[in-house]
């Protein structure tokens, strides 16, 4: 008490600002009398853990160590611990706002009595503030906002109690609970730009970590807690300049700087660009570079991470959103940032930019479009995704074609479902399977349901992409067991067993087809893919781990067969134009009536692969481009082959062969569950002059086999079955030359499409 009647004396008596000053003691004394003489507070009133409940942001990382995402909400922060920071910065601050901060209990009666008087004097410009930086610290984090007299004393007897526990804590040491509450606080407080604490403070103005600033720097920080809008340099420059000498003048008066080097810190520039931020100069912030814009795959995470309480930030959405850009959580996702460049880049190069007028037969319309496509790869041994494009860029089209909830039709790269399960039911590459026909559709249209294409052996009708020939194989396979195989392998879509479902009627998501195919170079067992690697909490401790969840769907045999089959469809099939200069390749095409969608899905040992291209707003069929049809062994092919030889020449991945089958039996009739043969139709010539039209291959018409692979390897079955009747391959060179299917419906439900490769 007598300190507190000897700083009311000595204010009256000094008459400084007069009545004015006076009538302020008279005011906030029961205030200081109350706080000083507190002694409700115990140690159960302070809560310790509030002091570190503040929103930290999270940060993405992709699978190369780059960060791919900062996320946070209305307070972007990353706490540091004080030894990170700069005692220039420290020493500005403290100049500031609390110049007797190592001298103090918690509460500066004498700095609340000083200030006062300064800031009256000042004619209502505030150099200085009265509450100590503990005070600060407690009203953020216990007390709260609330303006009202018994707030603040209740505020000054929490800092009272918060630093006596603090010393207690750390042994009777008084300096240590001083550096904890200092650390605290400059980790909370704002300075503007959605800047809380120094590292954001120092990232945002100047692009760089806390620990390069200096005087120059920490006088400007200092001022800006006082007013972080008023004074913010990127608001106002001139404001922020003033409250800069202002600081500047108080480490003066403190000893800290000279009058000299005051003079010369004030002429340093000051930041007028928020650094890492859309429209940021680089060159005034460091280099730093403004953020990429939002991806398709940073989109995806976080859209997974706010809905499904599996990956551990919390069980209500409230939860997962306050976790997320505010929990300080590090994502380790799959991507390979420098393949989502590559993926880019072929998007860029390849894919049309012109529009086309088609007829939207939904319409009735002609109307202009443009092509776009969309670009998927999985690591076939885990299921990661390595890298993802669903469209132009997220910035022009948010729609994801990759991974988002529509899917399009597969075209001929669903005949590989077909040609897996005739693998598993025994059949080997060189067994023969004769051509089209008019096959039974009771319940669909057009019944007989007449279909083009030509037999051969499996390798031959799979290189040709024989429409017929694969009817006719999902017929003899079983149409159940080809449903089973694909929904083995991780297909969502709703299978119905109709007729033309072997020709990739079906809507399939492109992530799909390229996790289904992983299947065959990993020996035929299927990982489901995934995008998060794991997740861990601000103090690094685990929140999710992935864990594999693979599964076998088919032997490694036929693993091994499927791979040799769409090995050959790239180097002389349908699928040649995606063969690699080093890398072995495999795959196979897809492309639906008259090129509406256009596929290629196939592997290295690395890395498996879907493109699909189409037009965005409809499924309208496409014309020839550049005087060439659009079919899935030309776009995305080409597609295919220039992403895969970036991806392993850059990654200086060394050349892996496919493994070796061995020998096998010689070749002979298909026959399968589903039928003998002896119920399918006999094979119909391969032509187009009969109605309703036959669906034939709607590939490129140019394929070759080389005479060391042509064909079994043994003499053919009964003609009349349609089997090779020589040793060598089928006379004709890929199928006719026209393309589509029929136009009217081959089962109840689906929509028959050309089911060209």
């Known amino acids: 008490m007598r300190t507190l009647f000897r700083l009311i004396r000595m204010f009256l008596v000094t008459g400084v600002s007069g009545a004015l000053v006076a009538a302020s003691i008279v005011a906030v004394s029961p205030s200081i009398y109350k706080a000083v003489n507190a002694t409700s507070s115990t140690d159960a009133d302070i809560d310790m853990a509030k002091l570190d409940d503040y929103a930290v942001r999270s940060i993405m990382y992709s699978s190369d160590g780059q960060t791919i995402a900062t996320l946070h909400g ?76 018994d707030r603040k004393t209740t505020e000054m007897a929490m800092a009272l109690r918060l630093e006596k526990k603090l010393t207690d804590v750390h042994g009777g040491d008084g300096m240590a609970a001083k550096r904890e509450i200092l650390e605290h606080y400059l980790n909370t407080v704002y300075f503007g730009s959605g800047a809380y604490g120094v590292q954001a403070a120092a990232e945002t103005y100047w692009g760089v970590d806390v620990s390069l600033l200096g005087y120059a720097e920490g006088a400007l920080l200092a001022g800006l807690i006082r007013n972080p809008v008023k004074n913010d340099p990127t608001l106002n420059k001139r404001n922020a300049e003033k409250a800069r000498q202002q600081a500047l003048d108080r480490l003066v008066i403190t000893g800290k700087i000279t009058p000299e080097d005051a003079d010369k810190f004030n002429r340093v520039r000051v930041p007028t660009y928020r650094c890492g931020q ?104 885990t299921g990661a995704v390595r890298a993802l494009l669903g469209g132009p860029g997220f910035e022009k089209s948010k729609f994801d ?35 089209g026909g008019d096959f039974p559709n009771p319940g669909g249209f057009p019944n007989p349901y007449r279909v083009g294409g030509t037999g051969g052996s499996l390798d031959q009708v799979t290189t040709v992409s024989s429409n017929g020939a694969f009817v006719r194989l999902y017929e003899i396979v079983g149409r159940d067991n080809v449903i089973k195989t694909a929904l083995s392998l991780g297909l969502t879509s709703k299978l119905i067993p109709v007729l033309n479902l072997t020709l990739g009627t079906v809507e399939t998501k492109p992530i799909e087809m390229a996790t289904a195919y992983a299947a065959i170079p990993n020996k035929g067992v299927f990982q489901p893919y995934y995008m998060i690697d794991r997740i861990v909490d601000r103090n690094g401790l685990p929140l999710y781990v992935h864990e594999g969840q693979g599964r076998r769907a088919f032997s490694a045999v036929t693993a091994c067969l499927a791979t040799q089959i769409l090995n050959h469809n790239t180097q002389y099939g349908t699928g040649r134009r995606a063969a690699l200069d080093k890398q072995p390749a495999a795959g196979k095409t897809g492309t639906t009536d008259k090129g509406a ?105 140019i394929v070759t086999f080389p005479d060391t692979t042509a064909g079994p390897t043994t003499t053919g079955g009964p003609t009349t079955t349609g089997g090779p009747t020589t040793t060598g391959g089928p006379t004709t060179t890929g199928g006719p030359t026209t393309t589509g299917g029929p136009t009217t419906t081959a089962g109840p439900t689906t929509t028959a499409a050309g089911g060209g490769p």
């Open 401 to 435: 074609n990759a991974i988002g909830d529509l899917g399009r039709q597969t075209g001929s790269s669903f005949k590989t479902f077909t040609l897996l399960t005739a693998l598993e039911q025994g059949a080997v590459p060189d067994d023969y399977v004769a051509g």
């Open 74 to 149: 209305p307070e972007n922060r990353v706490p540091v611990a004080l030894d990170r920071i700069p005692q220039p910065v420290v020493d500005a601050i403290l100049a500031v706002e609390d110049a007797d901060f190592y001298h103090h209990p918690g509460v500066n009666m004498r700095g609340i009595f000083r200030a006062m008087v300064e800031n009256v004097s000042s004619g209502g410009d505030i150099q200085q503030g009265g509450s100590t930086i503990t005070q600060q610290l407690v009203k953020k984090a216990i007390v709260g906002d609330e303006q009202t007299a």
């Open 278 to 381: 859309e429209g940021s100069n680089p060159a005034f912030c460091a280099g730093l570079q403004p953020p990429p814009p939002q991806d398709y795959f940073e989109d995806e995470v976080r859209q997974r991470l706010l809905n499904d309480p599996q990956y551990g930030l919390g069980d209500t959405p409230e939860e997962r959103e306050r976790t997320l850009f505010g929990g300080g959580i590090k994502i380790y996702t799959t991507i390979n940032q420098a393949a989502q460049g590559w993926m880019k880049g072929t998007y860029d190069r390849l894919v049309p930019k012109d529009e086309f007028k088609v007829f939207n037969r939904e319409t009735k319309k002609d109307e202009m479009v443009r092509l776009t496509a969309a670009m998927v790869s999985v690591e076939p041994g």
């Open 597 to 701: 969608d256009v596929w290629f899905v196939g592997f290295t040992p690395y890395l498996t692969t879907a493109v699909w291209m189409g037009v965005q707003e409809s499924n309208a069929p496409l014309p020839s481009i550049d005087g060439v049809a659009n079919f899935g062994g030309f776009y995305p092919a080409r597609m295919w082959r220039d992403f895969n030889e970036q991806y392993h020449d850059n990654l200086k991945l060394e050349v892996r062969n496919f493994d070796r089958c061995g020998g096998t039996r010689g070749g002979r009739q298909v026959v399968g569950p589903g039928s003998n043969n002896k119920n399918l139709p006999v094979p119909v010539p391969d032509k187009r002059d009969d109605k309703p039209p036959m669906t034939t291959s709607t590939e490129s018409p």
